[in-house]
């Protein structure tokens, strides 16, 4: 078996909460945030305020708006996530599936469950930048509904349209606090659909949205973890996880959050911090660790991929859902 499983070296706790900033929209934080990291219960919880999710038997369907310049080796990684939710014959536990079994605990007021299908249902490409290089959040929702209004992309209730920015690309208080964040808005004649950014960190904030494979963004420097799939690649999925989670817990900000309504803490957002076993602030757990690579990981997926998913907050257990890997202990030389 080509993994170890280790216990990271420390990683030293930050010394500044960075707040959410008061928005009608859902924000995907990072999760390095110096917040209490524990798999205990949690003193509140996250409520149900009578609002849709999105729920089956529809499929979640996913609609990737590559905005700026990708290189395969990008965006590989990333479609590889969204095609490790269907069932892979003889992948190794846990899985990216299995990850997403919590967020099907979450269920509306016909006591519906969260859809168990996300699939990768289209994608488009803008290499030409066409909204430039600095970039205000109302434009991402006025850019997707011009791409359903010109039937380049379908109109989908059950979408959710995600904008990928690259590196080179300055998105509206992006690395401010947030790394991502979700939204809806009105698409003719059927009512809202729901849409969502997440930008790479690589060059802006890996501290911030790409941890812990980067050095903390604030506080005293640790060290950083090696990444499976590079840095600003898998900073971006940890928080497409995020964002894709509280996007079908709460599509329209009326689902399951706790907090402010307009600054919502979500499914993943409760539980910051938490990736593995024993985490705390500044550490993140006990990971399984690729013994050749070296890189750290929680979940097997699609195509021999390893990804790092954050912890899930469990509405049944009310507690914090991490997935417990098997310690192998190797001598390293």
């Not at 934080?29 to 110096?34: E, K, R």
């Not at 990291?37 to 149900?48: E, F, V």
């Not at 009326?254 to 307009?262: E, I, K």
Request: net charge positive.
């Amino acid at each position: 078996m080509a993994m170890i499983l280790l216990k990271p070296l420390l990683l030293l706790p930050l010394t500044m909460v960075i707040a959410l900033a008061l928005a009608p929209l859902s924000q995907g934080l990072n999760q390095s945030l110096s917040q209490p990291s524990s798999s205990a219960p949690i003193s509140t919880k996250l409520n149900y305020h009578g609002g849709p999710l999105l729920v089956g038997p529809f499929s979640i369907n996913i609609y990737l708006i590559w905005y700026g310049t990708f290189y395969q080796k990008d965006r590989a990684p990333i479609t590889d996530f969204f095609a490790s939710f269907s069932p892979v014959n003889g992948l190794e536990e846990p899985t990216v599936a299995k990850w997403w079994s919590t967020i099907r605990l979450y269920k509306d007021k016909a006591e519906n469950p969260v859809s168990d299908s996300v699939k990768l249902a289209k994608q488009l490409g803008d290499i030409k930048y066409s909204m430039g290089k600095n970039i205000k959040r109302a434009q991402i929702a006025n850019y997707v509904k011009n791409k359903i209004d010109n039937k380049l992309l379908p109109l989908d209730p059950n979408g959710i349209y995600m904008v990928l920015t690259s590196k080179d690309v300055i998105v509206e208080r992006f690395c401010m606090g947030s790394c991502g964040f979700h939204g809806s808005t009105v698409a003719f004649p059927k009512g809202n659909v729901v849409y969502a950014h997440i930008g790479d960190p690589f060059n802006q904030c890996p501290g911030l949205c790409a941890w812990p494979y980067a050095i903390p963004a604030n506080g005293p420097p640790g060290p950083a973890l090696v990444a499976p799939n590079g840095v600003g690649t898998d900073g971006m999925i940890m928080n497409i996880a995020t964002i894709l989670a509280g996007a079908a817990t709460n599509p329209f900000n009326t689902g399951y959050f706790q907090g402010d309504a307009l600054a919502p803490l979500e499914a993943v957002t409760t539980c910051p911090g938490i990736f593995g076993a024993g985490a705390y602030p500044g550490y993140p757990g006990n990971l399984m660790v690729d013994k050749i690579s070296r890189a750290s990981y929680i979940a097997y997926g699609a195509n021999g991929r390893k990804f790092l998913l954050p912890a899930v907050w469990d509405p049944v257990g009310l507690s914090c859902k991490i997935r417990r890997v098997r310690q192998v202990c190797i001598k390293l030389v």
